[in-house]
């Protein structure tokens, strides 16, 4: 979870899921005989027994109220973990994110339920990266659970790391700390193949992330404040997608995470206040927005309530990372601790039944082009159908395994804003899903660039420049425009309409402070047909 504060994470742990089986084969490792994994990546995405896969995911730390997270397993009892994955199955969850690496009995309880598991790997995100000493020891924990782990097909991957902490990685030197992830990575593909990440979030977003198998990004649609307020969060997760994920599956590793606490947000950051049913539409339409931003799949935050995160586990204190989960723990007795279901757990039943991918929302489509229909299904799900403009009802091709697809044309008249509608049906031919999508052909897409303006540290200048589709300068148009510092996490935000050339200058009113060696600026702006095109820049200071 994002950390905003001077308080140090705790340890977490969790685990991600699935619902497909085939034999498994095995492949040599080091001359050693290891499972094959039933995971790939090809075409930019996760691959399961050989078909697309869609991560449906929740983030799972087992701890219920007094269990210390790294110190103890008081009280911890087996029978709440499996009602846990009962209950991620019919609410169709295919993967359980964890924090730190589920144990061997845990794996087997996950498997039982078709759950595949992001196999987290908790490590100091403070630490000095470049430390012989600390990366012997990261590489002596990071072997061991691979070699705990291999052994079970739901693996989906490993995942090493939560937020690296900015300045760490800096005092650390960026070069030394690749190679410690580098040498991470190679020791637990020696003894299990699987791809391996790790779970970054945008402050580290002037770091190589190339190196591992699959970018995995933490997002949240309450924060930065000024990046979602300048790019929305579908263009913030499109953002981080166009720059790090490349043929690489992007996954969002946390999102949702709206809180029913009373705060709304205290030092350790977080978004509470919530009704339960403002905390699910909020934590689905985060969802939506990382599908829109072009996610290979997400991780909604909590399973739980956090209570461990960010002070005593003994006490429900009254912060929004202790009342953000799915299921809630209302009282601090030890005789509560199964919990129960909140409002976005029913209605995340539902998100889950059928997933649209493609076409994806408030995107630009040419009239001319062929465009791709993407369906995942849960395994409830035997057959989908699509309607274009409320037309006809034509089947999508099924895979047998939740992946349904097709493709259509749009007529050549086709303008501006367009609807496709999908109803999935079970074996008996009910209805049990119903959702569309709206998305826009036949207009140019717009362009939002970003140039420095040169100044001091005490008046950083920059240009915001606005253009249609045919490069003219868009004139009196409003621009989100945002400031924000990767290391000091300070931001700050505004809007400003265009002049006569299509442009804005802003002036970032935040000096920087002596730490500070980057400024992200982010700018959109929103077309006549509701498309928020945008762009960040990453400026290292002083140049």
Aim: proline fraction near 6%; charged fraction near 20%; charge should be negative.
């Amino acid at each position: 979870m994002i950390q905003r504060s001077t308080v140090d994470g705790l340890r977490f742990r969790g685990c991600l899921t699935v619902l497909l089986f085939t034999t498994v084969n095995f492949i040599t490792v080091n001359g050693q005989l290891a499972q094959a994994a039933r995971t790939e990546i090809r075409d930019g995405r996760f691959y399961v027994d050989n078909e697309p896969f869609y991560i449906r995911g929740v983030g799972y730390a087992p701890w219920r109220p007094h269990q210390h997270p790294g110190v103890s397993y008081t009280d911890t009892n087996r029978h709440w973990t499996e009602d846990d994955f009962e209950r991620m199955k019919t609410a169709h969850f295919n993967t359980v994110r964890s924090w730190d690496a589920l144990d061997p009995e845990e794996l087997e309880l996950a498997g039982k339920y078709g759950l595949m598991v992001l196999q987290g790997i908790w490590l100091d995100p403070r630490q000095d990266f470049s430390d012989p000493r600390n990366q012997d020891s990261a590489v002596a924990q990071a072997e061991g659970i691979a070699r705990q782990s291999k052994e079970f097909d739901n693996i989906l991957g490993y995942v090493v790391m939560t937020e690296p902490w900015p300045q760490a990685v800096l005092d650390s030197g960026t070069h030394e700390t690749l190679q410690f992830f580098r040498r991470l990575k190679r020791a637990i593909q020696a003894i299990d193949p699987r791809p391996v990440s790790m779970d970054s979030w945008v402050p580290l977003a002037f770091m190589d992330h190339n190196d591992f198998d699959f970018a995995m990004f933490n997002t949240f649609a309450f924060w930065p404040k000024s990046i979602n307020y300048a790019l929305g969060f579908a263009g913030y997760n499109r953002w981080l997608a166009d720059h790090f994920a490349g043929d690489r599956p992007f996954i969002v590793g946390e999102t949702g995470g709206y809180a029913v606490s009373q705060a709304t947000e205290t030092a350790a950051g977080g978004s509470g206040g919530w009704t339960e049913y403002d905390q699910s539409l909020k934590d689905l339409d985060s969802l939506r927005g990382t599908v829109e931003g072009h996610a290979n799949g997400a991780c909604l935050v909590s399973w739980i309530d956090t209570w461990h995160y960010p002070r005593d586990p003994d006490t429900h204190d009254n912060e929004p990372w202790e009342w953000d989960g799915i299921l809630g723990i209302a009282t601090d007795s030890k005789k509560d601790m199964e919990g129960i279901p909140r409002q976005v757990y029913h209605d995340i039943t539902g998100y889950n039944e059928a997933i649209l991918l493609q076409p994806k929302s408030n995107h630009i489509y040419g009239v001319s082009e062929t465009v791709p229909i993407h369906v995942y299904g849960a395994d409830n799900v035997a057959s989908v159908n699509y309607s274009l403009n409320e037309g006809d009802w034509r089947p999508l091709e099924g895979s047998g395994h939740g992946w349904f697809q097709g493709f259509f044309k749009f007529p050549k008249l086709a303008r501006h804003r367009q609807r496709l509608g999908i109803e999935a049906m079970d074996d008996h031919g009910t209805v049990v899903d119903r959702k569309e999508v709206t998305f826009v052909t036949g207009v140019q897409p717009e362009q939002v660039t970003i140039q420095s303006g040169g100044g001091t540290n005490k008046s950083l200048l920059f240009t915001v420049r606005v253009t249609d589709g045919y490069h003219q300068p868009l004139v009196q148009r409003k621009v989100y425009y945002g400031f924000f510092y990767p290391l000091s996490l300070r931001e700050s935000q505004g809007s400003q309409l265009t002049n006569d050339k299509g442009e804005v200058a802003l002036v970032c009113p935040l000096p920087p402070q002596p730490n500070d060696r980057y400024l992200f600026v982010s700018a959109g702006t929103d077309s006549p047909d509701r498309i928020r095109s945008g762009d960040m820049r990453i400026f290292t200071l002083g140049k």
